[in-house]
């Protein structure tokens, strides 16, 4: 229990002296603190929470970073960890926030709340251009504050009562967001995951892909291409087998197309509404956040098609509709605005050019992983490298490049088990600073 120490609160250096009617109050002060800090209310723990086993696994990184920041205040440390974006957001895209921005500032062009799905012109825009041919209707498009908002969201349209599948290694909010909503029994230390929750593993034996023969049948798979972490793309067939596994099964998939803009294979599609019959089957979560540069500015779509049905025939588009204007009030104007003009031709083509600096970054990181002998999948049709270790600890591998390049990764292991022996390379950072990595990378494995 949190205790405030009253000798370590009271203590006074001895050059300043202070006068007994100060020490008494000083004492009263610090017991008040105790008394405040002592009180418990009668509320339980959500008893979900209790269940999370680690902290999440990028503030674990941040504070080994900072240690290690500590011990080398005089080094400059290269973050290719967290897969936060770095480049501008393009003028033509800021140009029209900052116009939406001061048109608030005007009695004509003042709004206040917009609807809770989106403004009508984005959620075409959507439509029409994301999903340009693959008939899906702007009405089926809900525009959102970003992906992970979103995955969450959908979590409580689903319950605690599904059963849920996710990619071994993935990103770690399908699964903290499963455990907090109740999906998933207790953490297993033996085996790392926990109850309840199928690890779908994704090793290079497979393909990075699922084998869908020794799958168990679950309510929901999530599902994301090009993944966090291994940066694989799944191909059109993996894709047509997962939908078909889906609909054998009577599954609902989330699919996660946070990455899709870096796909530049013909033969990986971009969205899950390429295949044909995931129309009644999936659900897609997309994000303007590495597409355009809004991690911080907060910007994403969830498409709910309207062939998609309960067990009871009740169409999820109405419960997941019901849900958005219940806990979301619409994304911020300004951030909607800015989200239509990287749809236009002209936005779109300014995108383009930083999508492909980032791609460039992979391949410079590729080719310093190739050059020393270690085998590094993902970078072609996404902004992560994931690199094998095979034999080591992930988090060993973590702590070593770190010490000695003072580069700071992601240890595989924070993805799930399955991400043992690997870590993952963020290629979003400016290009000296890429360069720079490659070269200490280099000297430390030659
Ligand atoms: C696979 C995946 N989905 C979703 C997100 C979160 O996206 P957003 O910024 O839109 O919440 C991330 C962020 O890293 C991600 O890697």
């Known amino acids: ?103 608030l500032s005007t009695l004509e062009g003042y709004r206040g709340y917009g609807p809770e799905h989106g403004n009508k012109a984005l959620r075409k825009a959507i439509a029409d251009v994301v999903y340009k041919g693959l008939k899906v209707k702007d009405t089926e498009v809900f525009v959102s504050d970003g992906a992970q908002c979103d995955i969450s969201r959908l979590q409580l349209l689903l319950g605690s009562n599904v059963t849920i599948a996710v990619q071994d290694p993935s990103f770690p909010a399908y699964i903290y967001s499963g455990v907090i909503i109740g999906q ?73 197309s946070a990455y899709a803009a ?6 990986s599609p971009r969205s899950i509404f390429e295949i044909p019959g995931a129309r009644e089957v999936a659900i897609e979560v997309s994000s303007f956040s590495k597409f355009a540069g809004f991690t911080g500015v907060r910007l994403g779509w969830t498409v709910v098609p ?20 219940t806990c979301f009030n ?14 236009s031709p002209e936005g779109l083509m300014a995108i383009r050019q930083v999508i ?33 270790f095979p034999g080591s600890r992930s988090w060993d591998v973590f702590d070593e490049i770190l010490e000695k390049t003072h580069v700071v990764t992601v240890p595989g292991r924070g993805f799930g088990p399955g991400g043992e022996e690997y870590v993952r390379v963020s290629a979003f950072g400016h290009r000296e600073i890429i360069l720079e990595a490659s070269k200490r990378l280099k000297n430390l494995y030659r």
């Open 1 to 103: 229990m949190y205790q405030v120490q009253l000798s370590a609160c009271t203590s006074i250096r001895p050059s300043v002296m202070l006068k007994p009617r100060m020490v008494q109050q000083s004492r009263e002060v610090v017991q008040k603190e105790q008394r405040r800090v002592d009180h418990r209310t009668r509320v339980p723990r959500n008893e979900n929470l209790e269940k999370l086993r680690n902290g999440y696994l990028f503030p674990e990184i941040a504070m080994r970073e900072a240690e290690h920041l500590q011990k080398y205040p005089n080094f400059k440390l290269i973050n290719l960890g967290i897969g936060d974006t770095t480049e501008p957001i393009p003028d033509i895209i800021t140009s029209s926030m900052v116009e939406q921005a001061q048109a």
């Open 184 to 256: 998933a029994g207790e953490f297993q230390e033996e085996t790392g995951k926990y109850w309840n929750i199928e690890y779908m593993k994704c090793g290079p034996q497979n393909n990075l892909f699922p084998n869908l023969l020794t799958t168990s049948r679950t309510d929901v798979i999530f599902f994301c291409s090009p993944n966090n972490p291994t940066g694989h793309a799944a191909s059109r067939n993996q894709l047509e087998q997962l939908v078909e596994f889906a609909r054998k099964n009577g599954s609902i998939i989330i699919y996660d």
């Open 262 to 267: 870096y796909i530049s294979d013909d033969n």
């Open 306 to 325: 309207e062939e998609l049905l309960f067990a009871n025939g009740f169409p999820v588009i109405k419960d997941f509709n019901r849900i958005v204007y």
């Open 330 to 343: 619409g994304a911020s104007s300004i951030a909607q605005a800015g989200g239509l003009a990287c749809l």
């Open 356 to 388: 492909d600096y980032y791609k460039e970054n992979a391949k410079i990181l590729i080719d310093t992983f190739e050059l020393l002998g270690l085998k590094a999948y993902g970078g072609k049709n996404a902004p992560y490298i994931w690199v094998h």
